[in-house]
């Protein structure tokens, strides 16, 4: 394969990783409102949803990778050495579509961490929420005695 033909495998594949990427943010959206929801099935779901958009998310990284160390063979460098942003400014006007699909990638992915970081404080509020409820419930002094045991309770008395 020439090197404008991987320049080109480049483009394809940073538009099915933008769609990749979109497909995660939406997972976290939909694990946000079954947190909201108070839903547990709808969480069950969204949680085995991530799962798929992440090993498909990860094959995609494995396909960029082999297409940048094509293309450094390619122009004879080392198989490290390529960005996405170096190739793009490497073919100048020829390259404005692979820094186009650059752009809005790292767009997604931003978004995709700073919803990531939102989720994972609300399910931090959460459990604290809930350690400080069983904390009261079971007369513990410390969050720690919650997390180590409980007490029995005789039913009938």
Do not use: F
């Not at 497909?23 to 798929?52: F, M, T, W, Y």
């Amino acid at each position: 394969m020439n090197a404008r033909s991987l320049v080109n495998h480049l483009v394809d594949y940073l538009r099915r990783e933008v769609e990749a990427q979109r497909a995660v943010l939406a997972c976290i959206e939909r694990q946000e409102e079954s947190i909201a929801k108070n839903d547990p099935a709808g969480l069950e779901e969204a949680l085995e949803e991530a799962g798929h958009c992440a090993a498909a998310v990860e094959g995609l990284g494995k396909r960029r990778n082999q297409l940048l160390a094509e293309l450094a063979g390619q122009w004879d460098l080392a198989e490290g050495a390529l960005t996405l942003g170096g190739i793009a400014r490497r073919l100048g006007t020829a390259g404005a579509e692979l820094e186009a699909r650059r752009r809005e990638l790292r767009l997604v992915v931003a978004q995709v961490v700073k919803r990531n970081r939102r989720l994972s404080a609300l399910i931090g509020m959460h459990q604290r929420i809930h350690t400080d409820l069983l904390q009261v419930l079971v007369g513990a002094e410390r969050p720690e005695d919650v997390e180590s045991g409980g007490h029995l309770v005789d039913a009938e008395a």
